[in-house]
């Protein structure tokens, strides 16, 4: 990957300008009902942190119940299709990421189009991805690693969080990168990989640190590198990619949140704002730091733009490593 995804948004970040929220009836009387956060992962992983950081600002502030509902599986597509049928009333979100959102729609045959049927709502957060092995592995730095790959071409086995998900990418970004062919063994979850990568029944996995960073801190994962253009703050001790002489294998994870297609328009802005309030917030801004990240500042037709930005280059990416369903 040629350029960083901060560095690809920067000129978007530029010209967002957080829309106001229009008075009237029908802004008031948003939102009307329970709501709930459609999260395409399961509980304990990156997404579905910042769903429930997301669910326990909003719900005080919009006077209505919000509950996160997880549905793992099809890399993330399946909450993604679920909001994207769901009555267009505001009622129903999605915390997102550029798996479902960019790089799966290149890969999967899915029943609805990313694009055209969720309107986007704000950029969330984006976190670099980190190369992690178990913390008993015997390899300490990635010229360990890519060692021992030459020596057993084929053996090595990488852990994602789906067909297509950014740490699919990841995996195959960094084969092509250093002409290595390791074995992609998909699974529902961050969570659920992380106990095979804990007992070596997988190699290594290229995981968002939002949901590596509780593993690697406990002392189970060892970070050999970020895939990133500088290091995580969090991980100051930790080489990025590049610095180890892998170039063009950085992949990193935003989250964005979205609602049904067909939306009116005062909610959108609504919740556009409430997000933006939300992000803002030292104890939020905090929690996302901690997890590696950079809170998002993108909302309406500039986050828009740099979702289709990001599904163009991971299409590109895709076919470059000749990505498949497998």
Do not use: C
């Not at 399946?78 to 798996?99: M, S, V």
């Not at 969720?118 to 950029?123: C, I, K, N, R, T």
Request: proline fraction near 7%; charged fraction near 20%; hydrophobic fraction near 40%.
């Amino acid at each position: 990957m040629k350029t960083s995804f901060l560095a690809r948004a920067a000129g978007l970040a530029a010209v967002a300008v957080l829309a106001a929220t229009p008075a009237g009836a029908q802004q008031q009387a948003y939102p009307d009902k329970p709501m709930r956060i459609m999260v395409g992962a399961s509980p304990g992983g990156g997404t579905d942190i910042l769903a429930r950081v997301l669910a326990d600002k909003f719900s005080p502030s919009l006077k209505q119940p919000v509950v996160v509902e997880n549905r793992p599986g099809a890399s993330n597509t399946i909450a993604g299709e679920l909001t994207a049928r769901a009555p267009a009333d505001g009622a129903t979100l999605l915390l997102a990421t550029n798996t479902a959102q960019a790089v799966a729609p290149h890969i999967l045959k899915l029943k609805y189009d990313p694009l055209k049927d969720l309107q986007p709502v704000g950029l969330v957060a984006v976190m670099p991805n980190v190369l992690v092995v178990s913390a008993s592995s015997p390899y300490r730095s990635v010229k360990d690693l890519v060692a021992a790959m030459a020596a057993k071409p084929g053996s090595f086995k990488y852990a994602s969080s789906g067909i297509g998900s950014t740490q699919h990418v990841g995996g195959e970004a960094f084969n092509l990168a250093t002409g290595m062919k390791s074995i992609h063994v998909p699974y529902k979850g961050s969570s659920q990989a992380h106990v095979d990568i804990i007992a070596g029944e997988v190699d290594m996995m290229f995981d968002s640190t939002s949901s590596a960073m509780g593993q690697i801190k406990a002392g189970k994962f060892r970070a050999l590198a970020v895939s990133a253009p500088q290091r995580s703050p969090e991980l100051p001790d930790v080489p990025t990619l590049a610095e180890q002489g892998i170039k063009g294998a950085d992949v990193s994870t935003w989250y964005g949140l979205y609602v049904t297609a067909g939306t009116p328009r005062p909610a959108v802005e609504r919740l556009s704002a409430e997000l933006s309030r939300t992000l803002k917030l030292a104890d939020v801004q905090t929690r996302i730091k901690a997890l590696g990240g950079e809170p998002g500042g993108l909302t309406g037709e500039p986050f828009a733009a740099m979702n289709k930005q990001e599904f163009d280059h991971y299409g590109q990416l895709v076919r470059d490593a000749n990505i498949k369903a497998e």
